[in-house]
């Protein structure tokens, strides 16, 4: 979802960056980046381990979450072209599923903001996992759901964790190269796109069929 569907990758850097400053932890975006695609309890487990942080994560998370919405509550926009290949997807019946390591509440908010929950039959949210990516559990999950066969699916990923966690489920993969998601390595994608508006459903399609 983050980066794929919403441009919300720079308001998760900036909360992040906020939330951990409140405990002297001066962080860059870059260190923050290698954390893309990973669940927020993965992430703040091993930063307040690293930091040495006195506090727990479920604190942490919440006082990130408190800065988070308010930010997207300021500015939140699909990512360029993704409604239209939602729209033209949806038109040719292809299952689609969200599969993030975002938290459900957080999820249900973009989804109801950018009004696109029509489009999706399934959810998968980081509380349905218990393993972060690159472990394949939450596209594995995500297929079962919809009941179809890992090799018939087509992630779209912005970030190398991501198309790492693709790869194990025996996934074909988009590798969507997002700027706001920081150098993610998405050299393993069958296909590498900027602009979701210059992928065609044709294209998208094939990658599946090669798949099955």
């Known amino acids: 979802m983050d980066g794929v569907l919403v441009e919300s990758e720079n308001a998760h850097i900036e909360a992040e960056k906020q939330t951990l400053l409140k405990y002297g932890v001066k962080i860059s975006a870059e260190e923050l980046h290698t954390y893309t695609g990973t669940t927020a309890r993965f992430m703040f487990t091993e930063l307040i381990k690293k930091n040495k942080l006195n506090t727990t994560f479920e604190k942490i998370f919440n006082e990130k979450e408190e800065i988070l919405f308010r930010l997207l509550k ?63 559990e939450i596209f594995l999950k995500s297929a079962s759901k919809l009941g179809v066969n890992p090799a018939d699916c087509v992630v779209i990923e912005d970030s190398k964790l991501g198309l790492e966690a693709a790869r194990r489920a025996r996934m074909k993969c988009v590798g969507y190269r997002n700027p706001s998601s920081g150098n993610q390595d998405l050299s393993r994608a069958d296909v590498v796109i900027d602009d979701f508006s210059k992928l065609s459903i044709r294209e998208l399609l094939s990658i599946s069929d090669s798949a099955a």
């Open 74 to 136: 300021e500015e939140m926009r699909p990512t360029k072209g993704i409604i239209e290949l939602l729209r033209k997807l949806k038109q040719e019946r292809v299952k689609l599923a969200i599969a993030s390591s975002s938290h459900r509440r957080l999820i249900e908010f973009v989804l109801e903001q950018l009004n696109i929950a029509l489009f999706f039959a399934s959810v998968i949210s980081s509380e349905d996992v218990a393993n972060s990516k690159p472990d394949p």
